[in-house]
């Protein structure tokens, strides 16, 4: 894994905790890097507990506008199996997103809507979180464009390479 991935992978745990609503010493969970897949990470994170939560991660290839600071930006997918969540897909910029505005994906000519939240995207529904994951099983490329509140239009291409490997480890993981 690259220092830069580890860095985001590090930065992206702790965000999925307070966006999960976990409050956690350090103490209380163990951290496990399942693997790099080409242009995708996989990490699990198990409480003492035995509650578990597995996450993979993917930075851009390309940003648009190129003369902007677009920061870290950042797509996960998450399987949280004690909470009965699967396939949960979050795409996170480095600046506020547009209130009211929408971010979109597209993969393959098929594109699909997510709500913003500050610097984060979401789906409006599990069903729709099931249908953009399997079709990034089956693509190649996908991208996201969204809006910042400043108002400039800005897209993000991420490699799916890898995406079905790092996949699978997290649903083995958390199985």
């Known amino acids: 894994m690259t220092k830069l991935h ?10 999925g905790f307070f966006v999960a609503g976990f409050s956690v010493p350090a103490n209380a969970e163990r951290r496990e890097i399942l693997g790099s897949f080409r242009n995708w990470d996989a990490v699990l994170i198990e409480r003492d507990n035995g509650e578990k939560h597995c996450m993979m991660i993917s930075m851009p290839k390309d940003s648009q506008p190129a003369n902007v600071n677009h920061g870290e930006v950042y797509m996960t997918v998450t399987h ?33 809507n997510m709500f913003v939240e500050g610097r984060d995207a979401w789906h409006y529904t599990q069903a729709d979180d099931t249908r953009m994951t399997a079709s990034m099983k089956r693509g190649n490329t996908l991208v996201m464009r969204a809006t910042s509140a400043r108002g400039t239009n800005t897209s993000y291409r991420f490699s ?16």
């Open 6 to 15: 580890f860095s985001l992978v590090k930065g992206a745990l702790l965000l």
């Open 80 to 112: 949280r199996p004690r909470r009965q969540v699967r396939d949960q897909i979050n795409f996170v910029t480095g600046y506020d997103l547009r209130v009211g505005s929408e971010a979109t994906a597209t993969i393959s000519n098929t594109r699909y």
């Open 160 to 175: 799916l390479a890898g995406f079905t490997a790092a996949y699978n480890a997290i649903s083995a993981a958390c199985a």
